[in-house]
């Protein structure tokens, strides 16, 4: 489903941010990409959102080379940065609604997937609080819970896990394996955590400054 064939990434003359990096996930795996901050992980993970592009190399969706991938059509990807963007003086409620409005959902479908997220990801107290209000912690329930209305074919997860509690952290991993992990879906996430990255993924790759060091 996606590849990334001998791809370089450089923002300056002396610092590369990928160097060679090549591999290959298929839908139902669940990917780890595991480094110390400046390894990588950002980096791999924006470029497969359409947001960065290789200076060197190829990146492969679903057998179609990245830049002529339509993200509209040919594939169906879910996007949680470390910074998740959202309409900060709006609420919680309102930022939910938002995302199905702009896909022209039905009225009425839209009060029931709002009600019912609101529901299911315990965000009562807080449906009327205005983003800008809320916790880390509670930024990213609400995140979730948007990508929560799509059928995903990529999840892509940027460092949502390193500055939580841990009762925090194992609400979202309890979400994440809920809601992402599924045999048709295929998830990446990046993390500086080993154990958390060998209880969640099914593949882990190994970066450090810019380099695959291995693939487990």
Do not use: W
Request: aromatic fraction near 12%.
């Amino acid at each position: 489903m996606i590849s990334f064939v001998n791809v370089y990434k450089k923002y300056t003359k002396e610092f590369f941010a990928l160097s060679n990096i090549n591999f290959k996930f298929e839908k139902g795996d669940s990917v780890a990409l595991l480094g110390p901050e400046s390894s990588g992980k950002t980096c791999i993970l924006r470029i497969l959102a359409g947001l960065e592009t290789p200076d060197k190399g190829e990146v492969f969706v679903k057998n179609i080379p990245l830049k002529k991938v339509d993200y509209s059509s040919d594939i169906s990807m879910g996007y949680i940065p470390y910074k998740a963007n959202f309409f900060d003086k709006k609420t919680v409620y309102e930022n939910l609604k938002y995302v199905l409005d702009i896909r022209k959902t039905e009225k009425s479908v839209i009060e029931e997937k709002v009600n019912n997220a609101i529901i299911d990801f315990r965000l009562e107290g807080i449906a009327g609080e205005k983003i800008y209000k809320l916790s880390l912690f509670q930024k990213y329930l609400v995140s979730i819970a948007r990508l929560s209305f799509r059928k995903l074919d990529i999840v892509l997860i940027d460092n949502i896990f390193e500055e939580l509690n841990l009762s925090e952290n194992k609400e979202l991993i309890k979400l994440f394996k809920k809601y992402f992990v599924k045999p048709n879906t295929l998830v990446i996430f990046a993390t500086s955590d080993e154990k958390l990255a060998q209880s969640i993924a099914t593949s882990i790759v190994h970066l450090n400054y810019g380099a695959i060091d291995k693939i487990d």
